[in-house]
């Protein structure tokens, strides 16, 4: 029987093909332990990562403590473990095998200790002392530092690779060092099927000659088949996870959860908080501002056009504290020329009617002593001269008689609109008085809540300062699609101005109870399925699905798949579930 290329071969070349395969099959294949059923051998979770640096971890009721080896340095983050803020303002000493260290503070909000110990393999007890204010509190935990080369990974072989479609092969594996027996078990699973093999195809190659090649290819193909099969039996898997990347990175793990180090929550800061059961209702938030109590405020304006002139102390200033009389100032009149015309028009006639009236009065006072006129004609014409330069004297005040300004209630300048000399008119508030301890609050209402349902309502400023407030009234007539509603502000008040905008949460309905949770910390995993994330460990997150309904614009009522004492996390959940 001639080859494949026309030439008959010689004898024993034939089984060639088969010889070369089981010789790569014993000297490629990786010396490691085989998975045999109910058994994984395969390297841990991460295998095709490089591993995470030494760690500490220690944790109390307080505070939540974890501690990298870099080198010869630990670098240490302490949180708080009821909402894992840092801890930047500690003083911690830490004992290494009894050896104490002061850890110096970082610019980052990190503490720092040098030891020569960390670089020596072994485990080692770490005893962390801080003291936080009048807190004190005690940490222990230990550190393992590897051997020199004890996490380096063995490279993957190319055959390998190669045969991964066959047998559902991985990229990598390597046993620890020093495991013999696994790596015995490995050469004899890939040897001796090989071995055998090789030796059929040797005996039939010597009892069939006429069919030595296909014979030779039978062989080659069996023995790539059984090698393959001796690095993955159906059902295991014995290849690294595909998490990958350094051990230091955030990483999401085979089983779903997260392992998070805590520079990445620094960074990202997550916050966390344990949920307690708590009784609240309903609410809904309103947009509103301060404004004045019409009771305890006013406006001083002037009822003539004038100019302005300061009260002695000078003109009142912003903030100014005043009490209900106080002069605010004065307002000297002016007057346009057809007024200034009109005025000396009308003297003049009055001086004219009074010139006559006293010539009239002079004439008939002598007449009077003879009984020429009676005495109650010489009486009226001196009460028309008097009348008339009452008149007069009035008319000539009026051009020179300033008005006071004076403040009609008590508290404070609000609002300063005018300086000396300036000319005001009568529609010109001049000064704007409030009293800040008694203060309204003016919300806006679409149609997100029935305002004769609200029991209860806060309001919240822009600075965090949370104002207790009790209902006074709302009005009938729609505004621009809304109406206005009105509280009055009780309690003690500090730093608010008129006009100020505040948020309004109006509670209404009968209270529930339950755990209730921030909707920030709900966020969607990629199945679709509502989670949040529940901080099982300082450096661990476990993606948890819950089962909520909304309860109000800021929380969420959840009644199903976290229990009372969990932590998750309230901030910066959805980052945490960016995490691949």
Do not use: C
């Not at 609002?415 to 001049?430: L, P």
């Not at 502000?489 to 500090?494: D, E």
């Amino acid at each position: 029987m001639t080859s494949f290329l026309g030439a008959r071969p010689r004898k024993g070349t034939a089984l060639l093909p088969s010889f070369t395969m089981a010789i790569l099959l014993l000297f490629a294949s990786p010396p490691t332990s085989v998975a045999h059923e109910g058994h994984d051998h395969g390297p841990p979770a991460g295998g095709g990562a490089s591993p995470p640096s030494p760690r500490v971890v220690a944790t109390s009721e307080r505070y939540q403590l974890v501690g990298i080896v870099e080198g010869q340095v630990l670098v240490i983050y302490l949180d708080h473990a009821a909402d894992n803020a840092p801890v930047t303002t500690a003083k911690i000493e830490v004992a290494i095998d009894g050896m104490p260290f002061k850890a110096e503070v970082q610019k980052d909000g990190t503490y720092e200790i040098t030891s020569p110990h960390l670089k020596m393999p072994g485990s080692r007890e770490v005893l962390v002392t801080l003291t936080e204010g009048n807190v004190s509190d005690l940490l222990i935990g230990a550190v393992v530092i590897p051997a020199a080369g004890q996490a380096e990974a063995r490279q993957p072989n190319l055959l390998a690779r190669l045969l991964s479609p066959l047998g559902r092969l991985t990229a990598s594996s390597a046993a620890p060092p020093g495991n013999a027996r696994g790596q015995d078990s490995g050469w004899r699973v890939t040897a001796l099927p090989a071995g055998a093999i090789l030796a059929v195809g040797l005996l039939l190659g010597v009892v069939l000659p006429r069919r030595r090649r296909v014979v030779a290819f039978i062989v080659g193909i069996a023995a790539l088949l059984i090698a393959a099969s001796a690095f993955a039996h159906e059902g295991h898997d014995h290849g690294p996870d595909a998490s990958g990347g350094s051990g230091n990175a955030p990483a999401r793990r085979p089983d779903g959860t997260i392992f998070l180090p805590k520079p990445s929550q620094r960074l990202l800061e997550v916050r966390t908080l344990k949920l307690v059961p708590s009784t609240q209702r309903r609410s809904a938030r309103l947009t509103g501002r301060i404004v004045a109590n019409p009771n305890f405020s006013g406006v001083v304006q002037s009822t003539i056009q004038g100019r302005y002139q300061a009260p002695p102390g000078g003109v009142p200033s912003l903030g100014q504290r005043v009490a209900a009389g106080d002069l605010l100032g004065r307002v000297a009149p002016s007057f346009a020329s057809i007024d200034a015309s009109d005025m000396t028009q009308k003297l003049g006639e009055i001086d004219q009617q009074i010139a006559v009236t006293r010539a009239k009065l002079s004439r008939i006072e002598p007449l009077l002593r003879s009984n020429a006129v009676s005495r109650g004609t010489v009486e009226e014409t001196q009460i028309q001269l008097d009348g008339l330069v009452r008149r007069r004297e009035e008319l000539l005040a009026s051009r020179i008689q300033a008005e006071e300004l004076r403040a009609p209630v008590e508290g404070v300048i609000a609002a300063v609109r005018v300086v000396s000399g300036q000319v005001i008119s009568q529609t010109d508030q001049v000064f704007q008085i409030v009293n800040p301890s008694e203060l309204f609050v003016e919300g806006l209402i679409f149609d997100q809540i029935d305002p004769d349902a609200i029991v209860e309502a806060d309001a919240v400023t822009a600075g965090g300062q949370t104002l207790a407030l009790s209902y006074v009234g709302r009005s009938r007539a729609l505004q621009q699609q809304y109406a206005l509603i009105q509280f009055k502000i009780t309690g003690a008040v500090r730093s608010l101005n008129v006009g100020m905008p505040v948020t309004i949460i109006a509670r209404t309905g009968e209270p529930v109870t339950g755990l209730f949770v921030p909707r920030a910390a709900i966020t969607q995993a990629p199945n679709g399925q509502p989670v949040v994330f529940v901080h099982k460990e300082p450096e661990l997150f476990v993606p948890t699905a819950v089962r909520s309904e909304v309860f109000d614009a800021q929380s969420v009522l959840v009644s199903g798949g976290v229990k009372a004492g969990d932590q998750i996390v309230v901030e910066n959940a959805p980052l945490i579930n960016q995490v691949r």
